[in-house]
């Protein structure tokens, strides 16, 4: 039997960064996926890094612009965001927010019109105006993953591919090895970071982790020329200019589906697209003759408020639970950080994670995904 | 916050879809012989009919190689579009036919995307094809869909094949024999097989120059017949060569020298090593295919709802493994070319960054970065595309990987030294046209779509900032957020 200190259910950015996190502490590390890293949500998403309701915020906000020193590779980080409102309504929104940022001590600006089409030349004047957030930022999903997954191994780790977990071997408490199809992994703590399927993964452990699943989509076009900031929000769009100038953007109605144990067979794009790109031609007039090249869809856990869990268990006691709720990218950096510190303090070091727990679950009414209305379509 | 959840997601996708514009019993995609046969077939039978080309297809889209490898020879005359639409018209008699059998043609309008309910969708009110004009882009539903998309130029880089004057088989013929607009006066022809015979008789047919037939392999390597016409016709085949360099001006192509040091002065170089059935929509949709090298590589499986005909359901088989023929090429064009070839025309990829896994110029490579390659990816896990692609972004440019995906894999095969099959295909999505933003937009939305619309999920808990937690602000926010959603 193989095995690590440390085994970690799920090459997603939360498990890399997770084992990043322990390989930079010395710790032996070995992170099992069932396909390709990243190859779910973590390699599809929005990019997007600003995530100030999160108690990892702060975290989030001081790491990012380290990462490519940190883990030396490129991730495409860019800094900041603004946000541009195409409605009486979103302009009236978008001003509350700032006014939020102001008094949460998070540095923003209002802009008008003219400061918007300064900063993003491919608006127009159309829109009401916008809020420029002066933190926070994006960067490039799958660069990202890889970046963690390089970046681990160069610190000793390991990462084994196309391997999918199957189950867990436990003895007095403690989970003492990790199960796949084709071996067996002998760990002293266990990761699961597993995305949709860390669900039916806790199951086994006869942990109940209440997460419902949805398919979101995203559209990208050819390049544009290069603007000075490059995460452009707005009219209930999130996106980013990429590096190379594409303009990838999702937003709208998303489908809640069932996801086989063993994960997506399909991650099925849908005519939404055009209403992505209307959207789109909207919020960027001067792009409006771009051609879209593609679009695709990812699936996201939620749990139910919305908020990631990350937590250690208490039985068996060395085994903690990540799943991020689609708020997984931009926190990883963070999420890792503090993944690492439940593994080998027990404790978060630099935030109080509490609400991340799921004893906040504990008295979940057993049809709270029928209440929100959280069921695929039948 | 106290939420009372009434049983509704306001913001899910349910019932915001609207019910698509028209309505087929069969749609037809693509109005060459077998497309247009199709369609006669299926209105003779008293189908309702709805029968689309591309073509004409714009200059603009033509300079961007869609849908076939045009190689920016085409005439002026391919900007002016109504005289290409004649051209297409008359170069057509079946399609009046079509029209007399009550079949709905459509030119101009190319396929997008083939949808419909399955795995991960449910939400679809019913299976449509997406389509577009210059103008617009709307949806179809049908019973049946024929795919006629025929086959697309297999391109294989080269040092100078970036440049105008290199092109494919395919599109030299429809430029010859549909649009009238091939600008082109002097052929070199790329390969023997049949393909490569037939394109060179064509030019030569209609009175163009065809500098010679460049093999790769010993002898040439298509019908004994042909082979014959083109003796006939004078035409040399440089047998046990390949091209090491195009060499050009402003104006694009001006000769080509082969391995041997010959210089062939030309203003065209035809690839006709090989066509791609062009199964974009196919695979986008999910839909099963399969491998076949005597039929010139992945066909769709066929399905009773989706099926395909013409070359699109692959080449006529004769017993050729097209495969190992393309694999020559590849092998030879690498060994003959440098490392810092382009392989990714969109991207500016060569093949050095391919197969070293290197990301784009534009971004750093610090020491770890450059100690990353195939060899160190392939430790982890068998060569995909797809992430390679992520990487490189070999591929990822507006023509979506025509002009490369198939050489990718060819060169990734080679490297990881494994055969072309078992190297998954760089996945093709949906739109599977370039489409320009105002043209793809649904700009008469459902008012259902419109309220639904959040930028994310809309839960109402999701985006409280941890501090506001149970203060005032909580509400606060609820209410100027998330009006309406929950009770
Ligand atoms: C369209 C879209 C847009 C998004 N936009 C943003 C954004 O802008 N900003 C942001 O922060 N977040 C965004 N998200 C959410 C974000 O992508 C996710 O929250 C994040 O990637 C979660 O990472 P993860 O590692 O926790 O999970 P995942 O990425 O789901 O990774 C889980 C991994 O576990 C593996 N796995 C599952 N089961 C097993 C098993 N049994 N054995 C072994 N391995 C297994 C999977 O293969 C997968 O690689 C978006 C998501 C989508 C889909």
């Given at each position: ?90 302009w009236e929104q978008y001003r509350f927010v700032a006014e939020r940022h102001r008094r949460l001590g998070h540095p923003v600006e209002v802009l008008d019109v003219k400061q918007v089409q300064d900063a993003v030349p491919l608006a127009g004047d159309n829109c009401f105006g916008g809020v420029h957030y002066r933190f926070g930022g994006h960067a490039n999903p799958q660069r990202t993953v890889q970046a963690y997954a390089w ?37 002293d703590s266990v990761v699961v970071a597993a995305g949709p399927q860390t669900a039916a993964l806790m199951a086994q452990l006869g942990i109940a982790v209440p997460l419902a699943n949805a398919r979101a989509e995203m559209i990208i076009t050819e390049p544009a020329p290069m603007m000075p900031i490059g995460g452009v929000d707005g009219h209930k769009l999130y996106g980013r200019q990429t590096m190379r100038g594409n303009l ?6 998303h489908e809640w589906i069932d996801v086989d144990a063993t994960g997506p067979v399909a991650r099925p794009s849908t005519p939404l697209m055009r209403n992505l790109a209307s959207r789109l031609a909207e919020l960027l007039p001067k792009a409006a003759h771009l051609n879209v090249i593609r679009s695709w869809a990812g699936v996201i856990e939620n749990s139910p408020d919305g908020r990631p869990i990350i937590d250690r268990l ?65 | ?487």
């Amino acid at each position: 039997m193989s095995g690590a200190e440390v085994v970690i259910v799920g090459g997603g950015v939360t498990g890399l960064s997770a084992g990043w996190w322990l390989a930079r502490s010395g710790v032996k590390v070995t992170v099992v996926d069932k396909g390709i890293v990243g190859w779910e949500a973590s390699g599809r998403n929005g990019g997007g890094a600003s995530h100030y309701q999160s108690p990892l915020f702060e975290e989030e906000h001081r790491l990012w612009p380290q990462m490519d020193e940190l883990l030396g590779y490129p991730t495409e980080h860019r800094k900041e965001r603004i946000i541009i409102a195409m409605s009486e309504r979103q302009w009236e929104q978008y001003r509350f927010v700032a006014e939020r940022h102001r008094r949460l001590g998070h540095p923003v600006e209002v802009l008008d019109v003219k400061q918007v089409q300064d900063a993003v030349p491919l608006a127009g004047d159309n829109c009401f105006g916008g809020v420029h957030y002066r933190f926070g930022g994006h960067a490039n999903p799958q660069r990202t993953v890889q970046a963690y997954a390089w970046a681990l191994q160069d610190l000793g780790g390991t990462i084994v591919q196309h391997n999918a977990v199957t189950g867990f071997e436990t003895a007095s408490g403690k989970v003492t090895a990790v199960k796949t199809g084709a071996a067996s992994y002998g760990c002293d703590s266990v990761v699961v970071a597993a995305g949709p399927q860390t669900a039916a993964l806790m199951a086994q452990l006869g942990i109940a982790v209440p997460l419902a699943n949805a398919r979101a989509e995203m559209i990208i076009t050819e390049p544009a020329p290069m603007m000075p900031i490059g995460g452009v929000d707005g009219h209930k769009l999130y996106g980013r200019q990429t590096m190379r100038g594409n303009l990838a953007y999702g937003g709208g109605p998303h489908e809640w589906i069932d996801v086989d144990a063993t994960g997506p067979v399909a991650r099925p794009s849908t005519p939404l697209m055009r209403n992505l790109a209307s959207r789109l031609a909207e919020l960027l007039p001067k792009a409006a003759h771009l051609n879209v090249i593609r679009s695709w869809a990812g699936v996201i856990e939620n749990s139910p408020d919305g908020r990631p869990i990350i937590d250690r268990l208490t039985s068996p006691d060395n085994v903690v639970v990540a799943s991020m709720s689609g708020v997984g990218f931009g926190l990883s950096p963070a999420s890792g950080h503090a993944i690492r510190d439940l593994v080998l303090d027990g404790t978060c070091s630099f935030s109080d994670i509490g609400i991340l727990g799921l004893s906040r679950f504990a008295n979940l009414e057993p049809d709270w995904r029928e209440k929100r209305g959280w069921m695929p379509i039948s | 916050m106290e939420l009372n959840f009434a049983g509704t997601d306001l913001c899910a996708i349910n019932g915001t879809r609207s019910a698509p514009d028209a309505r087929y019993d069969v749609v037809v995609v693509g109005a060459g012989c077998s497309g247009t046969a199709a369609a006669i077939a299926a209105a003779t039978a008293g189908s309702s009919v709805l029968l689309v080309d591309e073509n004409p297809v714009s200059g603009a889209l033509m300079g961007n190689d869609v849908p076939l490898y045009f190689g920016g020879r085409m005439t002026a005359a391919t900007q002016n579009s109504e005289r290409m639409l004649e051209a297409i018209f008359m170069s057509a008699p079946a399609l009046e036919q079509a029209m007399e059998a009550g079949v709905e043609v459509l030119l101009g309008t190319s396929a997008w995307g083939v949808y419909r309910n399955g795995p991960g969708v449910s939400s679809l009110p019913e299976q449509v094809v997406g389509l577009a004009d210059a103008s617009r882009s709307w949806l179809v539903g049908f019973e049946r869909i024929v795919l006629a998309t025929g086959a697309r130029d297999l391109a294989l880089a080269f040092p100078g094949w970036n440049q105008p004057g290199v092109m494919g088989a395919a599109a030299l013929r429809m430029l010859l024999t549909r649009y009238d607009a091939f600008a082109g006066r002097r052929v070199l022809v790329l390969g023997s097989h049949d393909l490569a015979l037939e394109s060179a008789l064509l030019a030569h047919d209609r009175g163009l120059k065809v500098a010679g037939l460049v093999e790769v392999r010993d002898a040439p390597q298509g019908s004994a017949d042909l082979v014959a016409q083109v003796a006939a016709a004078g035409i040399a085949i440089h047998c046990g060569q390949t091209i090491a360099l195009a060499k050009g001006g402003i104006e694009g192509v001006e000769a080509a020298t082969l391995s041997s040091g010959e210089v062939i002065l030309c203003d065209t170089i035809c690839m006709a090593v090989g066509l791609v059935p062009s199964i974009e929509l196919v695979d986008a949709m999910h839909g099963p295919r399969t491998l076949i090298a005597t039929r010139g590589g992945y066909i769709p499986a066929g399905e009773e709802t989706v099926s395909a005909v013409g070359s699109c359901a692959g080449l006529a088989d004769t017993g050729f493994d097209h495969i190992a023929y393309r694999m020559d090429w590849v092998r030879a064009l690498s060994d003959v070319s440098a490392d810092d070839t382009i392989v990714c025309q969109c991207e500016e990829v060569t093949r050095a960054d391919l197969l070293g896994v290197q990301p784009p110029n534009y971004l750093a490579r610090p020491a770890p970065m450059c100690a990353r390659s195939l060899e160190t990816l392939l430790v982890d896990g068998p060569a995909n595309p797809d992430q390679i692609k992520r990487l490189t972004r070999a591929g990822m440019g507006v023509c979506q990987g025509r002009r490369c995906r198939d050489q990718v894999a060819m060169l990734l095969a080679i490297a990881a030294d494994r055969p072309f099959g078992t190297i998954p295909l760089a996945t093709h999505r949906a739109p599977v046209r370039p489409i320009p933003l105002k043209i793809m937009a649904d700009w008469h939305e459902s008012e259902a779509m419109s309220a639904a619309w959040d930028v994310w999920f809309g839960i109402p808990t999701q985006w409280v900032p941890v501090e506001d937690i149970g203060t005032p602000h909580e509400d606060e926010h609820r209410a100027m957020l998330y009006t309406g959603m929950y009770e």
